[in-house]
């Protein structure tokens, strides 16, 4: 079957301007993780979803950063204001439930603010 | 929160070669997972293990859960190994899946 997918695969952004991405989920995975990660280093985690709500979303390093899943399938991220510092690989994965399944990695989106 | 550390930073073989990557973690898990990203950026799953022993063709992978450590072994490596290893783990209390600092494996021809 196929796994989880990501769009778009890069994003080039000037600084101020509005992002989204976008996650679609392994068929019947009920969870949903969002992390970022940095080059050099490894991922973070950002929010978790369990359904359509936001079960852990302490990672958002700000309120520029929201996430949803109105649905309980696909995600999306959204990033107001870019920043520079923004610029990073974010990663989506899902599990077929909560914290304690096994997590699948998506490709990822690769996010460059100039 | 729960910490996770990583040895060895770096690694470099010659293929044919064996190793032992291992991760330390501070508190007890739910959930241990090693990770292959390659030099595209893919996490692959290596194994999903909180406790026990595992083995998948050349990799194999222990975690004493008790003594809060996991070992990912690798044996007759070749070229393709080459790329980052992660360890992540959940803690007990519902704590979020933090990822290692990796190690980044060379395997030279």
């Known amino acids: 079957g196929a796994g989880v997918s990501q769009t778009p695969s890069n994003k080039v952004t000037e600084k101020g301007k509005y992002v989204e991405l976008r996650c679609d989920p392994i068929s019947g995975h009920t969870a949903l993780y969002w992390y970022r990660q940095s080059l050099g280093q490894g991922p973070e985690f950002l929010i978790y979803f369990q359904g359509t709500g936001a079960a852990d979303d302490s990672g958002l390093p700000n309120d520029r950063f929201f996430a949803v899943r109105p649905e309980g399938s696909v995600s999306t991220l959204k990033i107001q204001r870019t920043e520079r510092g923004d610029s990073a690989v974010y990663l989506c994965a899902s599990s077929l439930d909560n914290l304690s399944y096994e997590q699948y990695f998506g490709p990822g989106t690769r996010l460059t603010v100039t | 929160g729960i910490q996770v550390e990583q040895s060895p930073p770096d690694l470099i073989l010659q293929e044919g070669a064996n190793s032992t990557l291992r991760c330390n973690f501070s508190?007890?898990?739910?959930?241990l997972q090693w990770f292959h990203q390659n030099p595209w950026g893919q996490l692959i799953n290596l194994f999903y293990i909180p406790s026990g022993t595992k083995q998948n063709g050349r990799l194999s992978a222990t975690t004493v859960a008790t003594e809060r450590y996991s070992l990912l072994y690798i044996s007759s490596s070749q070229t393709t190994d080459s790329g980052v290893y992660f360890c992540?783990?959940?803690?007990?209390?519902?704590?979020?899946?933090?990822f290692g600092p990796g190690t980044r494996l060379s395997v030279l021809p």
């Open positions: 992540a783990v959940e803690g007990d209390y519902g704590q979020n899946f933090v």
């Open positions: 508190d007890s898990v739910n959930n």
